[in-house]
């Protein structure tokens, strides 16, 4: 029978520099999985939310729209502002990565041109509900101030997104930028939300024509040191009008 205090059943010695108890193990543990578990139930609750907007829905209204209960919702928001802001903050997140990645990998002017407009049209063909909502979640923070913070903050990711693909595109075609960063964000903002409108009402040629004006714009906010180039988005080839 082993004796008290036998080295062998004792737990290894923790690294010089890491003086992580078990206590702290567990709670990081712990943090990790409610974190999991916000991550499932608001991917579950997107089509409600999707579908009903900001406006219309309560967290009641989409926990009976998803298949969790209001009282595991209510559990893990606090309200459905937090759940729609957490919702639109982890996908806006997920594509500012996506978008600051293209630009790193892009070894062609024209050829980033064709990328982000190709990303563009087909992100707003396969997540429109994502972007609706945040749109709407936008437009509702004109009337509520408390929408301030986490809508100012997800715009600030965005244009930093934009900003990215722009003075790649600039630095690739040899060419200097004619506009700054939030006239940047203006211009490719409203190209993709009037494009999305026009999607979500039934046109067939919205995301196309997006895709096309996309490739036209970037060379016109450099200067006429490179003449912008014949568009060659193949929007069909792509699926776009489907």
Known sequence: MPLIGDASLQPDPLPQGSPETNRERVSR???????????????????????????????REIAQNSRFSYGV????????????LYCVKEYKTLCATRYKQMAVDAQDADALANVFALGLAQTAREDAI??????????????????????????????????????????????????????????????????????????????????????????RIVDAARLPTTPHTNADAAGLNH
């Open 73 to 84: 919702l209510h559990y893990y928001f606090a309200d459905k502002l937090e759940l729609i």
């Open 29 to 59: 543990r712990m943090v990790d999985k409610f974190a999991e578990r916000r991550a499932e139930l608001a991917g579950a609750a997107l089509q409600a939310l999707g579908e009903l907007g900001y406006a219309r829905t309560s967290l």
């Open 130 to 219: 994502m972007h609706r909502l945040w749109y709407d979640v936008r437009s509702q923070s004109m009337f509520e101030s408390s929408l301030h913070p986490d809508v100012l903050d997800i715009s600030a990711s965005l244009q930093e997104m934009i900003w990215k693909i722009v003075t790649r595109y600039a630095e690739l075609s040899a060419t200097t930028l004619i506009v700054g960063p939030e006239t940047a964000y203006a211009i490719f903002d409203g190209l993709f939300q009037h494009a999305l409108f026009n999607h979500l009402a039934g046109s067939d040629s919205a995301l196309s024509t997006l895709a096309r004006e996309i490739e036209q714009v970037l060379p």
